[in-house]
């Protein structure tokens, strides 16, 4: 079937190629004359087989000469008539029955700006991350580049080569501010010295369970502190707004009949860290989470309720706030030295602590057993000590070039799953609040590298804020095994979550899965389909016997299932399958090769030196005994995950 395109388009170019026709036959006709009568073609002009034919065109001793010279003449003619006959052509435009699905070709790889030049990538606005290699054509043995501001989303099952085809590699590469969620810790050690010393960044480690390291010959648990608390902005503005974004992901509503306890504890949580801050001048206690778990059990013996009681009565009375009545009359001067005693609490405060006084004593029992659930990992002296004071600030990432490791084992993913909820949370809602375009310290571009993405559950503030993260110069690499965990409705976003998500993804990157499941169904479908045209010949035999040719259009898919998945026939020597499939908005779907960081001479040495150039990182203030207990008690956690996760196998 085919249909026209707009024939305006073409209406100039067929002008021009006349206008141009026109002019070039009267020389040409003149040409082929001269070089006829053998006479020299120094005197050519548009004019002369015209002039020449006016006065020797009837007689016959010149006939051939004339016909030279209109067959001269009639060659850009003929030319231009034809070249009109192509472009009115392609405006023909052919239809497909079920679609014209292809991979690219080497001119839609040139036009996609994955293959920049040298000079190319040194003039581009943003900086760009590797998501593969080529192996064939016009750009083998070429990095794939993908710069911008654009998100990645990549599916790669289990041990199929994330790590060494795009973590670390990247991890080696982008030159910008990075945060990765770095699980078992690997990326830190084969990149965080490389990043630290060659690229010249500040490189923190944050790892909640701490990190084990041998220091003058006893096992020290070793981490940056990062304390969620200390974001709250102290103005009244901003303070109850802060403060209920990190109690709304610690403390997270999930529509069941549990949700009245849930939100009652999430005020108590609440209450709690607005007491700290009313009271933070006094410099009694740390505004913390190991603070906030500390006052929840009142140390004089009380229950809670009369701990709220006993504070309002003593902070709120009419003495205390007829003295800072009288402290704030005083001049700045005056008010040196004069600082009462004990500061009064704020309305929310006092609010949420009589919402909980007014609750009978057994749904208080209630509401404190599922404060303490979400808290406990605050209880443990290393997470305790690790969130309890700042060694980096997360609103600096676009300030400066700065690389932040959140690491945990897989045994703690479950454990710490609010926390890094929290982290990730927090470092984009800091990170939303100014454009770069109206504050020109913010120079750097952030990418948050999320290894398995959902395992930390729903960031809310992605689905809310994706659209416009980019502007903001905040770029995501959402890492997950298949689509399926991003639109399950319990750990991942739901599928209308999810399609969010995916429609602020410019690329998509395949790594095929070993067996057919919905996920290479799937993927099989996004590829396209195109019209495989079968030839029929048809024989009849006997008297009038004919043969009949005909045409048979089929539906066809451009990968099949099973062609997807036998990609992974094509190994490394290692073992490790090398195809990828990249689907994006620049070109069509393509397959390259996964970057093999491991045997390519760059990351190599870079690795090597990463190894031997680890960053320092400080000591947490933890007594020796309960740090032989925390590691006895992290073993047992790792023994009975890969106990569960060998019998899911199993299963």
Known sequence: MIKMKNKNKIILPIVIVWV??????????????????????????????YETYQFYGEQAAYKKFMLVGWIGTAIPLVIALLLSIAMFFSLKEKIFLYGNARFANAQDLTKSGFFPTEQQRKKQKYPALLIGKMTQGKYKGSYIYYAGQQFLMMYAPTRSGKGVGIVIPNCIYYDESLCVLDIKLENYLLTAGYREKILKQDVFLFCPDGYAQKILGETKLTTHRWNPLFYIRRGG??????????????????GGENDTWTDASKSVFMSLVLYLLDVEEEKKHKVNMNAVLKLSVPTGGENLAKWFESEIKSRNNKENLAKWQQYYALSESEKIGNTPERYPLSVDTIRLFRDFCAKESKQQQSVMLDFKNVMAMFANPVCAAATEDNDFDLRDVRRKRMTVYFGLSPSALSQYAKLTNLFFSQLLNENVRTLPEHDPTLKYQCTLMLDEFTSMGRLDVVQIALAFTAGYNMRFVFILQNEEQLFDDKKGYGRNGGLTILKNCAVKLFYPPKEIDESVKTLSESLGYYDLVRNEISVTSGKNSSKTRNKRIEKRALMLPQEITELNDIKHKSGMALPEIIISEFSRPFIAHKIVSFEDKFFVKAKHFAKNNQPVLPVLDIQQDEVVRQLHLQRERNQRWQVEKQNTVLN
Request: net charge positive; aromatic share 14%; with cysteine.
């Open 237 to 254: 503005v901003y303070r109850f707004g802060d403060l209920e974004k990190i109690a709304t992901i610690l403390f997270p509503l999930k």
């Open 20 to 49: 141009l026709a026109i002019i070039a036959c009267g020389y040409s006709g003149s040409f082929a004359l001269l070089k006829m009568a053998g006479l020299s073609t120094d005197s050519l002009a548009w004019k002369t087989f």
